[in-house]
C-alpha cells in the first residue's frame, strides 16, 4: 500500500487490523479523538480528499459540506442508510461498501436468533443452570419444521437466511419492492399479507427512509400471539414501539432480535421478556467476515489513491 500525502478522515474506529493497515499505509486523522470535531475537520478541510466510516457511524452533510475536496467515502459495512448519498452524489464523491463478504454469517445469526426463540435455547440454557431441571422437565417448545417464514427483503441475505430455512423443510414467502426473477417462494406485495400468512417474520431488508417503520404495527399484529419475529436488517425497520409493546402484552409471540432503533440503547422492557432473545448488533461480528470487510475497505482506498476503478462502488 503506498503511502499518500492527504490526510484520510477516519470517523469512527475499525476492526483494529484494518485501522493499523490503513494508519500504516495513510496518515489518519481520528475524528473520535478531536477534542473539537469541527475544528478538526476545518484543520483536514484543504487536503483531505478520503473519509473511511463504519454502517454505524456514516457520515452526514454537515460533515461532508465542511470538506470540499472529498472524493470517496469508503464505509466498512453493507448499510449506507447512515450515511448522505444525496450529498455525496450532489458532490460526485464516490461512495463504496463491503457487500456479499458478510451474507453468511449474517444469515446464520438469523438462523440462530429464530432457533433461539423457537426452541427456547437461551431459557433452556438458564433452566440448567439455575438448577430447575433436577426438580422436573422444562416444557416442551414449538418446532420450526414445516413452519411458515416470510422474509422482508430477499436480497444477498435474505436469499441466504431463505436457504438456510428451506433446510428445515419451512414453507418460504417473501415480501419485496418486486418480484424476484427464477424465485419459487410465494411473493406478496403487502407486507401486513405476508405476516398475516407467516408464523416467522424475518426482516433482512436495508435501513433507511425507504425503509422505516416497513414492519409496521399492523403487520406485527398480523403476524400474532403465536408468531415469531426476527430482526437481522435495522432497528429503524420496525416500529419498535409497537413491538415492544405487543411483546409485553402477550400478543406476539417471540423474537430475535440483533438491531435496535437506538443502538446500544435497548428499550429496558425487553430484558425481562423471556419470549425475547437479544444481541448487541453481531451479524457481521466475526473474525473472518471482520477481515474481508476491511480487506474490501482497504482495497478501495487503494484503488482510489492509484486512479484504478473502485472495488466495490454503491
Known amino acids: ?35 473539537d470535531a469541527g475544528a478538526q475537520l476545518d484543520a483536514i478541510a484543504a487536503d483531505c480528499r478520503v473519509a ?43 461512495v463504496t461498501n463491503t457487500p456479499d463478504v458478510l451474507t453468511e454469517d449474517v444469515a446464520d445469526l438469523a438462523l440462530a436468533l429464530l432457533l433461539a426463540a423457537v426452541r427456547r435455547i437461551p ?9 430447575r431441571w433436577a426438580k422436573g422437565p422444562m416444557g416442551l417448545t414449538q418446532s420450526l419444521q414445516r413452519r411458515k417464514v416470510g422474509i422482508v427483503g430477499l436480497g444477498r441475505i435474505g436469499a441466504a437466511i431463505a436457504r438456510r430455512c428451506a433446510a428445515f423443510n419451512t414453507e418460504l414467502g417473501y415480501f419485496g419492492p418486486r418480484r424476484k426473477a427464477g424465485v419459487d417462494y410465494r411473493y406478496f406485495d403487502d407486507i401486513v399479507a405476508l405476516a398475516g400468512w407467516a408464523d416467522v417474520l424475518v426482516a433482512a431488508c436495508p435501513g433507511g427512509p425507504d425503509t422505516a417503520k ?3 404495527r399492523a403487520a406485527l399484529e398480523a403476524l400474532g400471539a403465536e408468531g415469531v419475529f426476527v430482526n437481522i436488517a435495522r432497528g429503524s425497520v420496525v416500529d419498535q414501539p409497537a413491538l415492544v409493546e405487543l411483546l409485553v402484552a402477550g400478543r406476539l409471540g417471540a423474537a430475535g ?6 443502538e446500544p440503547n435497548v428499550p ?3 430484558f425481562a421478556l423471556e419470549n425475547v432473545t437479544l444481541q448487541p448488533h453481531q451479524g457481521s461480528a466475526t473474525h473472518p467476515t471482520r477481515a474481508a470487510m476491511g480487506r474490501l475497505v482497504l482495497d478501495n482506498v487503494a484503488a482510489w489513491a492509484a486512479g484504478r476503478p473502485l472495488a466495490t462502488p454503491v
Open 257 to 262: 432480535l440483533d438491531v435496535f432503533d437506538d
Open 52 to 94: 473511511v466510516t463504519h454502517s454505524g457511524r456514516g457520515i452526514d452533510r454537515a460533515t461532508i459540506e465542511r470538506l470540499p475536496r472529498l472524493e470517496l467515502v469508503a464505509n466498512f459495512g453493507v448499510g449506507v442508510d447512515a450515511i448522505d448519498l444525496d450529498a455525496c452524489r450532489s458532490r460526485g464523491i464516490a
Open 123 to 131: 431459557q433452556g440454557d438458564r433452566f440448567v443452570r439455575e438448577g
Open 214 to 216: 416497513l414492519v409496521s
Open 1 to 35: 500500500m503506498s503511502t499518500v500525502g492527504s490526510p484520510v478522515l477516519l470517523l469512527a474506529p475499525l476492526y483494529p487490523p484494518t485501522q493499523a493497515e490503513l494508519e500504516a499505509g495513510y496518515r489518519v486523522v481520528r475524528l473520535w479523538e478531536a477534542a
Open 268 to 270: 429496558p422492557e425487553l
